[in-house]
DNA sequence: ATGAAAGCGCTAACAT
DNA sequence: ATGTTAGCGCTTTCAT
């Protein structure tokens, strides 16, 4: 394991011309060249990434926070940013925070400790306090999920809109009784999209009952299942759920088909994410669509304007809604 | 962004001093400890990682190398190693080589230039003579897909044994003409679990025929999908499939089911991992269920200790054969 | 075009 | 118990 001050010797030049040769930007003479290449080759010389990133006090890593890598939404748009980060010689440090605050604050030591130049963020239940604390003096966007009124840049679809043009198409095939399974309304991207559940009902002149609204703290297979068996109950029960992830959706077309009930025949439901689950199904889901893996690069793009201290804006991308079997009377 | 320098000054000690603090092995008066306590207050003071890990020499970053971050296989092997791997002050360094050789040289050289201390290779597409260099020098695990009569340790199950008890199964519940559906033979698992295919059907003197053998490049749903088109299209067809993966076998239960092929009554279906999807599928999955987590603690630990330099041992696994529908008459 | 030397922030050996 | 100092491997200014 040589370093470069042996590789300067056995070439007979100084390190600084050793450093200029890797580095390319500088002349160096093509006779001095090959002496280097020489020597680096005779001594198996790997420049090595420690000493350079203490010289230039960064560590070309960027931190990508998500609650959890199991969820397939996730897997699309870390691959958008992995793919954006590797081209411009930055590596990612996925951290998985479980929605969990102690390993939130490893991962935000690691950002104040300079093991990493940037944070992308897309956990829901991050703490806003202290990531907008850590926004002061580093570089972080938020991704999917963000803070209203923040100083933190974000990525998004709107989420308003999409659930609103979700229910607009369950009430147009001739639904009235329309549930929400939603998750946690702490959340902004559950307030949203149920805002946009009550704006196609009041346009229709549909009532807003809130025993078709269901709630839910974790985004399992299971939690799906309990939410329609709970649904199922009511002494009105609905004909049609809209639920805000497709884990949720795949879950509670599992709980109907252990009951017999026909979708979309007795029972319609809508999606959200698109995830590639979702066509494995039967029947297939219909979904609100997200670009995913745009949306990764879109952000890890973000966060390298922002870290070379470019101005940087939010930005809203298209998300597009998709049927299939589970809609189709 | 003060340095321990600053800190040093401002409290009156020595770098020393502080450092000696910092890291709590050393023993520094109370007295003291206050005032460096109060500096770093003061100064906001992190000490950086950076300049740490070039005087340690080293990176504290694990490299997991796998093929593809979507497939739910790897995410719960995955946890168990980000888990083991904080739990002793290290972080991972997520490496989606998509099989590419290419992005695989790029993890390489942040191993060789010491960006990371060790690697966990879950790819089966690596490159072994390039693993094997590499390992000369480096400390390197091999998770699931490994490397027969290999220098490299690893964590496993046993894929021979799981496929016969699978196809056993089969078997037993009265199918004599059984299909299956492996990925390429130029990895070790597909190999191994023909193997076993192969085992149980001679062991019940059952012929193998090459027709029912299907193999794919892929691991898609797709390709479970064309799987069985292919082999329904046989003047002799299976009535029952082994696949070497969920993927691949909940492609297959959707093109059954499009077809109207009643599962498990006209095929029964086994598929290979247990991923959290394979128990939301109509009818559920039977499959060989892997011990992922732990997989992933045990690649893990094994690392750590390799690069302790302590003698690791391979290690094989328990797997379960889980019944469900696709597999109840 | 090349070299000398300072310094990024830290730890540890040695000295007191 | 605390201080002094060298040095981890690199980049970059300033000379030449």
């Known amino acids: 394991m040589a370093n470069i001050q042996q590789v300067a010797q056995k070439a007979g030049v100084s390190v600084a011309t050793v450093s200029r040769f890797l580095n390319g930007n500088a002349k160096v003479t093509s006779k001095t060249k090959l002496k280097v290449e020489d020597a680096i080759k005779e001594l198996n010389y790997e420049p090595s990434i420690l ?3 203490l010289r230039n006090s960064e560590s070309r890593l960027l931190l990508v926070l998500i609650p959890s890598i199991s969820n ?3 897997t699309e748009i870390i691959n958008g940013i992995e793919d954006t980060a590797l081209n411009h010689q930055y590596n990612i440090l996925l951290c998985d925070t479980d929605s969990n605050p102690e390993r939130e604050n490893i991962y935000f030591d690691l950002m104040r400790r300079k093991l990493a130049d940037g944070i992308i963020s897309m956990d829901p239940a991050v703490n806003r306090e202290k990531l907008h604390e850590l926004a002061e003096h580093h570089a972080i966007i938020q991704c999917s999920e963000y803070t209203e009124n923040g100083s933190i840049p974000y990525v998004t679809i709107d989420n308003e809109a999409a659930a609103y043009q979700a229910v607009k198409h369950l009430i147009k095939i001739g639904h009235h009784k329309i549930a929400l399974i939603n998750s946690d309304e702490t959340f902004l991207y559950a307030r949203q999209r149920r805002k946009g559940y ?3 009902l009041t346009e229709f002149n549909l009532p807003i009952q809130e025993d078709w609204i269901y709630h839910t703290h974790q985004l ?3 939690n799906g299942q309990q939410a329609v068996r709970k649904l199922l109950h009511l002494h009105d029960p609905p004909t049609a759920i809209f639920t805000v992830s497709d884990i949720l959706a795949i879950g509670a077309l599992k709980e109907l088909n252990a009951r017999g009930i026909q979708v979309p025949n007795d029972m319609a439901v809508i999606g959200f994410d698109k995830i590639i689950f979702s066509s494995m199904t039967n029947p297939t889901l219909t979904t609100i669509s997200q670009p995913m ?3 990764g690069c879109t952000a890890a ?3 390298l304007d922002k870290m070379k201290g470019q101005p940087v804006d939010n930005i809203t991308l ?3 809604l998709v049927i299939r079997e589970s809609t189709m009377g």
């Open 51 to 53: 000493g350079r990133n």
């Open 72 to 74: 397939p939404f996730y």
């Open 198 to 200: 009550e704006k196609a």
């Open 220 to 222: 399992g297979f299971e």
């Open 293 to 295: 893996y745009k949306m």
């Open 301 to 303: 793009t973000m966060l």
């Open 318 to 320: 298209d998300h597009e």
